[in-house]
């Protein structure tokens, strides 16, 4: 067993029919670096830089301790890109209940829709200035792309591109090196995903955030149990929206990924395979199964089954019924 997990390891990701899928892993820390290529990813699809913010206590990590970190991360994946996302704070990160008896409001009633990931950072120039140059420093021990997440208007697409821009130019200014970084949006908004055309005019990439994607669609908190049973990522609101935003990145030949938690469930691959999505990321303990899925995939038999499966009303029995069918008699 060992040894066939060893094997499965260096297995290019490869369907059936040729099509290769790049698996690549969520990461936390830089210390997660050395356990994403363990399982074999051939990059980090997600790094959740918020973690370097949380749990301090104190001062935040300044522009010099950032980079030291997204450096390491860098270094330890050996020349294979790491995406960097820039911090995505806000939302479930109160103050204390003293602080606020001495205020007139209390917290948003909805922080998942309130000052969150970009929205915080645009809001915090300085912290984003900062966050960005660190991003862009690293750049020069390897490939760096910088991700940003809750995209949603034009706005902010035009902030995060010239916020970027100053940022390089501040570097070039004081001779500090950096290397080309492509920019990406998540797409984790419905409206985001139904702006795709002017996303990726703007954007080199774009990675599906479906855990808040399936959030924000269905308007299910991820995180409250009591409407658990809600948060469905096989709704054909929340599928119709992945597969327009897979269909539109390819039309232009973007890449796309999905980094959300269904990257790592079996259970979608050969349906994100289907609507050509070639790029998953996930946590590394997941990579090895989904590798075994990808490997017995037809990816041209799987894409002719999504259309009928998209337009069902129940696409999970949908789906089922459709992949159950033997591959040689359909
Ligand atoms: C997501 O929303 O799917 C995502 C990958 O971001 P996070 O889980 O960190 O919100
Ligand atoms: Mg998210």
Redesign the pocket.
């Known amino acids: 067993e060992r040894a066939r997990l060893h094997r499965l390891r260096h297995t290019p990701a490869v369907t059936l029919d040729g099509a290769p899928v790049e698996l690549l892993a ?1 990461i936390e820390m830089p210390g997660d670096a050395p356990a994403a290529l363990e399982a074999g990813a051939v990059g980090v699809g ?1 790094f ?1 830089t918020e973690f370097l913010f949380m749990n301090r206590g104190g001062a935040l990590p300044d522009e010099d301790e950032q980079f030291e970190a997204y450096r390491a991360a860098v270094e330890a994946m050996k020349g294979l890109p790491v995406t960097i996302r820039t911090v ?1 704070i806000g939302a479930d990160k109160p103050l204390d209940r003293m602080s606020l008896t001495e205020l007139r409001h209390e917290h948003a009633l909805n922080p998942a829709l309130g000052l969150r990931a970009i929205r915080w950072s645009l809001a915090e120039p300085a912290m984003f200035r900062q966050q960005l140059r660190a991003i862009l420093r690293a750049s020069a021990y390897g490939k760096v792309r910088v991700l940003v ?1 809750m995209v949603a208007h034009r706005r902010e697409v035009q902030a995060i591109v010239e916020a970027l821009e100053r940022a390089k130019q501040h570097l070039r200014e004081a001779a500090v090196p950096f290397n080309d970084v492509e920019l990406g949006a ?1 797409v ?1 908004v419905p409206a985001a995903a139904m702006v795709m055309p002017m996303l990726l005019q703007h954007f080199d990439f774009v990675s ?6 399936i959030q924000y669609t269905l308007a299910i908190d991820r995180a409250d149990e009591s409407v658990a049973h809600l948060y469905d990522p096989w709704h054909p609101a929340v599928l119709k929206l992945i597969a327009d935003v897979i269909s539109a990145a390819n039309a232009a030949g973007k890449h796309v990924s999905v ?3 269904m990257a790592g469930d079996t259970a979608f691959t050969e349906l994100l395979i289907g609507m050509g999505l070639r790029s998953l990321s996930m946590h590394p303990s997941q990579m090895a199964a989904v590798k075994q899925r990808v490997l017995r995939i037809d990816s041209q038999r799987v894409g002719r089954l999504v259309p009928s499966v998209l337009q069902s009303p129940d696409p999970a029995s949908a789906w089922q019924q459709a992949i159950a069918v033997p591959a040689r008699s359909a």
């Not at 599906?208 to 994607?213: A, E, Q, R, S």
């Open positions: 969520n997600l959740r995505d997440p998540m984790e599906l955030g479906t855990n808040d994607l980094c959300g938690e």
